[in-house]
């Protein structure tokens, strides 16, 4: 499975953005894809994931009622969106892959990433 992230960018506090991360190669009819972060100096942090076909969505407690998690394309093409960003949401976001049905928040878990996209908030 090969992942392509796109969306990054810098913005000012209180911006959006839209992550796009699209999936190829894959041959599950069931499988999950995620959101991770790391800012520099700092661990890699689940954010949200979302399972194909039932559209299931888990996110972290940080990301509540900010961030979006969607999907379509029969889950190869997987959105999320951030809304009024701070400048600690600064980091590299990656999109991670999964196949099977077992929804997952530890990096540790996921088998496919992609190579990440810069968001840079400025203040």
């Known amino acids: 499975v090969q992942l392509v992230e796109s969306g990054g960018g810098s913005v000012q506090t209180g911006g959006s953005l839209s992550l796009s991360c699209v999936a190829s190669?894959?041959?599950?009819?069931?499988?999950?894809t995620g959101w991770f972060r790391q800012a520099p100096g700092k661990d890699r942090e689940f954010v949200a994931t979302?399972?194909?076909?039932?559209?299931?969505?888990v996110y972290a407690d940080s990301a509540k009622g900010r961030f979006t998690i969607t999907t379509e394309n029969d889950g190869n093409t997987v959105t999320l969106q951030i809304a009024n960003l701070k400048p600690e949401d600064t980091a590299v976001y990656y999109c991670?892959?999964?196949?099977?049905?077992?929804?997952?928040?530890?990096?540790?878990?996921?088998?496919?990433w992609g190579q990440g996209t810069q968001v840079t908030v400025s203040s």
């Open positions: 190669g894959r041959t599950f009819a069931s499988h999950i």
């Open positions: 979302i399972r194909w076909p039932d559209r299931k969505e």
């Open positions: 991670a892959a999964l196949d099977g049905p077992i929804v997952a928040t530890v990096a540790s878990d996921y088998d496919y």
